[in-house]
């Protein structure tokens, strides 16, 4: 019986060391197919990896994502510079140890996790996952966590960290952005988008908490967690009630 030359060669290939030449490169290829669960992403560097096209990973795993207005925005893909099942992981263990530091009532206060619709079917990645998956981090840390159970408008997350008394909130959306594009806009306890230098501090501890923490990828957190609530109802009422109170000319709304 003939064998298949071609596939033990590739699968050698994805399993042994890396060796492109450039050993940064090498390193972060290796970190990737050993912390990306993901398929989908996982699979789009496989195939780079495959196929010889070292400046595509360079571009990809080479870089990471840094703070814009207020938090990480990119294209949806796979590589530790896109929005993605394991950079955002990543992003929420560098979240979870900056606000330990900063807040000693964090395990009592929680923190809150909205989204929007954007998907992307080619990585697996969409708002309501990544959304999830934040949850899942701060939970398996016994982080009470405030997770809309539907999409929801960006300005119920700044406003349900206030009125809960939470220490921040993470929305996952890229607003008026690409459709292409997705986004973790952090705010603080006072409601506010975050600035300096929270914003450095943050990415300093992203880059102290790259590998995956046990339970990280755990999203079933989100159904079996005592510590997970669903604040829809409670946000949506309370939000329609205070806007009605700072509307100048009521009669001219609808109920």
């Given at each position: 019986m003939a064998e298949n030359t071609e596939g033990d060669l590739n699968s050698n290939l994805l399993h042994a060391p890396y060796h492109t030449g450039d050993p940064q490169l090498d390193t972060a290829i290796g970190q990737w197919l050993l912390w990306d669960k993901n398929p989908k992403t996982k699979e789009q560097i496989e195939n780079l990896l495959r196929n010889g096209m070292n400046k595509e990973l360079r571009?990809?795993?080479?870089?990471?994502?840094?703070?814009?207005?207020?938090?990480?925005?990119?294209?949806?893909?796979?590589?530790?510079?896109?929005?993605?099942?394991?950079?955002?992981?990543?992003?929420?263990?560098?979240?979870?140890?900056?606000?330990?530091?900063?807040?000693?009532?964090?395990?009592?206060?929680?923190?809150?996790?909205?989204?929007?619709?954007?998907?992307?079917?080619?990585?697996?990645?969409?708002?309501?996952?990544l959304a999830k998956l934040t949850a899942a981090v701060l939970l398996a840390k016994d982080v009470p966590v405030y997770l809309f159970s539907r999409y929801v408008p960006t300005p119920f997350v700044p406003y349900a960290v206030q009125r809960l008394k939470a220490v921040a909130g993470v929305m996952i959306t890229a607003s008026h952005n690409r459709k292409e594009d997705n986004g973790y806009k952090v705010y603080w306890e006072t409601g506010a988008q975050i600035t300096s230098p929270h914003d450095k501090e943050i990415l300093k501890c992203i880059e102290e908490c790259v590998e995956p923490w046990n339970g990280s990828w755990n999203d079933n957190l989100v159904d079996t967690s005592p510590l997970k609530r669903d604040p829809l109802q409670d946000i949506c009422r309370r939000y329609m009630e205070d806007l009605k109170k700072i509307c100048f000319y009521r009669q001219s709304c609808p109920d």
């Open positions: 571009d990809r795993l080479c870089c990471r994502m840094t703070f814009g207005t207020a938090g990480l925005r990119s294209a949806m893909g796979a590589g530790f510079c896109y929005i993605n099942d394991l950079t955002v992981i990543q992003s929420t263990q560098g979240m979870y140890k900056y606000l330990e530091r900063c807040f000693s009532d964090f395990k009592q206060r929680g923190f809150v996790v909205g989204y929007d619709t954007r998907g992307q079917v080619t990585s697996s990645c969409s708002s309501q996952r």
